[in-house]
Structures are given as structure tokens and as C-alpha cells.
Nanobody
Framework: QVELVESGGGTVQPGGSLRLSCTVSGFARDYYLIGWFRQAPGKGREAVAGVHNSDGSTYYADSVKGRFTISRDKATHTAYLQMNGLKPDDTADYYC??????????????????WGQGTQVTVSS
């Protein structure tokens, strides 16, 4: 049984930083992709970033490139989303996802069967 446990999030001023964590358990093999999606109030869900657990390859939405960094610790099955230079537009509920998804399709939410509980990120002065 696959389980994703998220932590992190909170409220920060514009320009500040936060780090999200997602610990994954239950996959039989190491070949899976971990990512984050977010959903702002009144908007649809969008992909933020992804990292492949097997080789650490990373993928980013254009809106967060240069500000967010995703990484993973293979030994602890934990992924991290370091968010710097946060903007009010980054305010959203952030959801960790994991599944055996092709890297080229990392941003397709319908391909992920496993989701974390979500954590709120608020960027406000």
C-alpha cells in the first residue's frame, strides 16, 4: 500500500522561503516519480515540479523555474520542494504525488494514483 506523508507549508511574506517534504512508502521498486501539484483558491490544479526517484532528474513548471528546487533523498524515500522568492501568486494548497509516470508526462495529474493529504502555503504581507 502506497502512502505519501507531507509536511511543511505555512504563511510567509513575499520574497520569503518555505520547504515542503513528502515521504513515500509502499512502492515495490525505486522507479517512480514524485512531484507536487498546487491549487489556488478558485483555480484549477497545476503541476509545480517533479523529480524521478531513480536518477534524480528534475522537472519544473515555467512559473517556478529559478525559484523552486525539487530534490529527493533516495535513502529515506523523501522528496523536498524548496521554495524561494515566494510570491502572492504561489498561495495555494500543495499536494505531493507519486507514481510510475513517464518523465515526459510528469505534469499530467490524471496519471498519478497516489496523492498526499495536501498542505497550505500562504504568501502574504
Amino acid at each position: 500500500q502506497v502512502e505519501l506523508v507531507e509536511s511543511g507549508g505555512g504563511t510567509v511574506q513575499p520574497g520569503g522561503s518555505l520547504r515542503l517534504s513528502c515521504t513515500v512508502s509502499g512502492f515495490a521498486r525505486d522507479y517512480y516519480l514524485i512531484g507536487w501539484f498546487r491549487q489556488a483558491p478558485g483555480k484549477g490544479r497545476e503541476a509545480v515540479a517533479g523529480v524521478h526517484n531513480s536518477d534524480g532528474s528534475t522537472y519544473y513548471a515555467d512559473s517556478v523555474k529559478g525559484r523552486f528546487t525539487i530534490s529527493r533523498d533516495k535513502a529515506t524515500h523523501t522528496a523536498y520542494l524548496q521554495m524561494n522568492g515566494l510570491k502572492p501568486d504561489d498561495t495555494a494548497d500543495y499536494y505531493c504525488v507519486a507514481d510510475n509516470v513517464l518523465p515526459a508526462q510528469w505534469y499530467v495529474q490524471a496519471l498519478y494514483d497516489y496523492w498526499g493529504q495536501g498542505t497550505q502555503v500562504t504568501v502574504s504581507s
